[in-house]
């Protein structure tokens, strides 16, 4: 699938403190404690896009769902109801976007990612900007989840999509974080009140 010409530029405002602007193309992730961590790092992501002219799709799980999601948007100042009107914004659960009675989707919701970045510049966004949280994963499907993220970290290169997604901290062992981290070209840290890159360059090699 060809990605519609966009003359704009390659970079856009993160919208997380401590953190400016990233390149379209990232897949970035992070890992969260608490509901309030989820929101802390998802609600200034999502308003940065949406001033960015960004089309938002945020998928949720437990413990923000999608009407806590939209809560916590409109708490920080943003008119959720005009931009899902409008079309920019749109805060789904979880359910059936990644699996279906068959299982998990892979490749198929990676294509579903890039159709949407095609119809979101086709209608004049500057690009798509995305988040799924990850708590709904079973040890079952943790395997196939992480071949849909290598595919996807794969197909972003040179998209103009942003990507963010979140991984409850006390569902991972070392294992699994160290599987996480490699699977994504940036992961995002709050060891104060900002945000920073943790360890990008290493983890791209490893990647």
Same mark, same amino acid.
């Given at each position: 699938?060809?990605?519609?010409?966009?003359?704009?530029?390659?970079?856009?405002?993160?919208?997380?403190?401590?953190?400016? +602007?990233?390149?379209?193309?990232?897949?970035?992730?992070?890992?969260?404690?608490?509901?309030? =961590?989820?929101? =802390?790092?998802?609600?200034?992501?999502?308003?940065?896009?949406?001033?960015?002219?960004?089309?938002?799709? /945020?998928?949720?799980?437990?413990?923000?769902?999608? *009407?806590?999601?939209g809560?916590?948007?409109?708490?920080? $100042?943003?008119?959720? =109801?005009?931009a899902?009107?409008?079309?920019?914004?749109?805060?789904?659960?979880?359910?059936g976007?990644?699996? =279906?009675?068959?299982?998990?989707? $892979? *490749?198929?919701?990676?294509?579903? /990612?890039?159709?949407?970045?095609?119809?979101?510049?086709?209608?004049?966004?500057?690009?798509?900007?995305?988040?799924?949280?990850?708590?709904?994963?079973?040890?079952?499907? /943790?395997?196939?989840?992480?071949?849909?993220?290598?595919?996807?970290?794969?197909?972003?290169?040179?998209?103009?999509?942003?990507?963010?997604?979140?991984?409850?901290?006390?569902?991972?062992?070392? +294992?699994?974080?160290?599987?996480?981290?490699?699977?994504?070209?940036?992961?995002?840290?709050?060891?104060?009140?900002?945000?920073?890159?943790f360890?990008?360059?290493?983890?791209?090699?490893?990647?």
């Open positions: 699938m060809s990605t519609p010409a966009h003359s704009g530029p390659n970079l856009t405002q993160c919208g997380l403190p401590g953190l400016s +602007t990233i390149p379209y193309g990232i897949h970035m992730c992070h890992f969260y404690e608490k509901r309030t =961590d989820l929101a =802390d790092a998802l609600v200034p992501y999502f308003a940065a896009g949406l001033r960015n002219n960004e089309r938002c799709i /945020w998928i949720t799980a437990d413990p923000l769902d999608a *009407a806590a999601a809560s916590a948007l409109r708490d920080a $100042g943003v008119d959720v =109801d005009a899902t009107r409008k079309g920019s914004l749109v805060i789904r659960e979880h359910s976007w990644y699996s =279906d009675s068959a299982g998990m989707k $892979g *490749a198929e919701v990676v294509d579903l /990612w890039l159709e949407e970045e095609r119809r979101a510049l086709e209608r004049g966004y500057s690009g798509l900007r995305i988040t799924g949280n990850t708590s709904f994963l079973t040890p079952e499907a /943790w395997d196939p989840f992480m071949e849909y993220e290598a595919l996807l970290n794969q197909a972003l290169a040179a998209r103009r999509i942003v990507t963010l997604c979140s991984y409850y901290r006390k569902q991972c062992a070392a +294992t699994e974080v160290v599987e996480v981290v490699q699977r994504h070209n940036v992961t995002l840290e709050r060891p104060d009140a900002g945000w920073r890159v360890s990008s360059e290493r983890k791209q090699k490893r990647g």
